[in-house]
């Protein structure tokens, strides 16, 4: 299972979400804080899964910087390491947009040469709310932005 997203997507919180425990670094901001990828072994139903935690790629909105080589291959150098069975693709409710989401699965499919794995989109950040009255709840973001996802 293989954890990607832009810089700053909740990547590394959702890994630690997925085990139960802190075992992945995070941060607050949009700081970089995973520097090259990492493997956990995390278990679901007594059943042992391998999970990367990767390199953000850079976003459109933000921190600009240059890619490092971890990060430009990082799914090809996994793939290789034995299949992806499945890809979590992470992107903030913050700055949803419909292209920035196709763009960051045609890198993966790019790295990936042709070879087909199951994306499933995970949106972070509801739990962030610039006011109480405007409160973004998973209910109030879906039935805004489910249109564009159809």
């Known amino acids: 299972i293989v954890v990607a997203g832009a810089v700053g997507s909740g990547k590394s919180s959702l890994v630690n979400l997925l085990s139960g425990q802190s075992v992945a670094d995070t941060s607050v901001d949009t700081e970089r804080c995973t520097r090259e990828w990492k493997d956990y072994q995390i278990f ?13 790629f850079a976003s459109s909105s933000g921190p600009k910087e240059r890619p490092k080589k971890c990060e430009k291959r990082q799914i090809g150098e996994i793939y290789e390491q034995g299949s992806i069975d ?12 419909v292209q920035a989401v196709l763009d960051g699965r045609k890198k993966i499919q790019d790295e990936l040469g042709g070879r087909q794995v199951p994306v499933v989109l995970v949106v972070t950040h509801f739990e962030e709310s610039p006011t109480k009255a405007t409160t973004n709840t998973i209910d109030s973001w879906w039935s805004k932005k489910s249109s564009t996802l159809q």
Request: net charge positive.
């Open 86 to 97: 499945l890809l979590l693709l992470c992107v903030s409710s913050r700055n949803f947009h």
């Open 44 to 56: 679901f139903r007594n059943a042992a899964y391998k999970v990367f935690d990767t390199v953000g």
